[in-house]
């Protein structure tokens, strides 16, 4: 398919070769490892575009050459770094990372991170290798989103920060764990809401990862439940495109690996996929997912002054498809939907004990290495709910079992 993207770039890109005539500089990033000559391994050209909002100085060091470089590539609707600003103000930016990429390495070095191994998509603690669980899903989505923001000269960087945060606050047991809280702690309890919980109180011992503004709100607006897959209202998507890509990047990813665990699992058959999936998506995982990222970026583009992602008529239509039949023929498929039942049951147990025990939920808080319950600031409740969301299926098991099974004398 033949697409203009004539919106990309705000100055032609063409090699330095072409470039001839155009003032140069060539720089030292201050702290640059020396060769045996005493130069900066690096020997960086920064190529001076016509870029307006580019503020070039004498001797940047390697984070500002970056940001430079994002300035002259990315296209007009992107984010650049040096818009990125944090609830918290840092004395010191750094010399090497931008905001989006130090974000990025915040999140991957957290527990919450970490934890994100053992805790469901969408089969309980599956123990096949193969199985997908929440840690894999979010890689997953964090390379569809890095893939489909490069295609567009968005930021990459951006796009992969809020992807790799987005499930922070997922409950074990997946879904089934979300639908007890929402019963048991509150109504408007959501896993997008306790992620942004997560990067912003609970990790680090109370005082969170700091993160930018624009990485916050795409992890807080990357849900979408069963709505639409392309949703218009306003303030229901994120700030940024790179956010709202994520929020695709996410249904683009369950709806390709769901299927294929669903297949392994033989909880469905390759026969019972409707035929429009076959058809407008392709027969592999790797060709639907190929389809749907291709469609999304040839689609999109400028509407009005606005940018819209759009995936195509046959395209949605396929997808919307699909993600009905996973809702009826596998997420509430008696074989997954009675394991969810009784996982509800351990959380629900987990979550009274602990009301009943606040002094146990604090020994709870500080193995996970999270700031104590300070009953002036949180309702118990609150603190039980965080507990509760950042346990792993594994360990929420076995908890449960400790507590509530009985255990021989001798």
Known sequence: MQASFGWISKTPVMPPSLLTGRKRIRSDPKGCPKDEYGECIFQVNIILMNTTNAKIKQNPNIREIFQQREHNFLSRYATPSTRGERRHPEVAPGNIRTPFQLDRDRIVYSNAFRRLKYKTQVFLSPLGDHYR????????????????ARAMRLNEDLAEAVALGH??????????????????????FTHSDQSLRVVDVLENKGKGLNLTTQVRDGILKHSKGFGNILPATRGETASTIEGRIVRVADIIAYLNHDLDDALRSKVISRDEVPDICIRKLGTTHSARAS???????????????????????D????????????????????KVHDEFIKAKKVIIGLYNYFMKNPDEM?????????????????????SVCDVIASMTDRYALKLY????FPNPLV
């Open 315 to 334: 395209v949605m239509e396929a997808m919307t498809v699909l993600r009905k039949f996973l809702y009826e023929k596998v997420y509430r498929s008696p």
């Open 401 to 404: 079992a400790r507590l509530f």
């Open 291 to 313: 389809t749907m990222m291709e469609q999304l970026v040839y689609n999109s583009g400028p509407q009005n002054g606005k940018f819209i992602l759009n995936m195509g008529e």
């Open 362 to 382: 604090q020994k709870e808080l500080e193995k996970m290495e999270m700031a104590p319950w300070d009953s002036t600031k949180n309702k118990l409740k609150r």
């Open 167 to 188: 499930d922070l606050g997922h409950t074990p047991f997946g879904h089934a764990g979300e639908t007890a809280l929402i019963q048991v702690h509150s109504r408007h």
């Open 133 to 148: 669980t929440r840690l894999t899903h979010t890689l997953e989505v964090s390379e569809t989103a890095r893939n489909i």
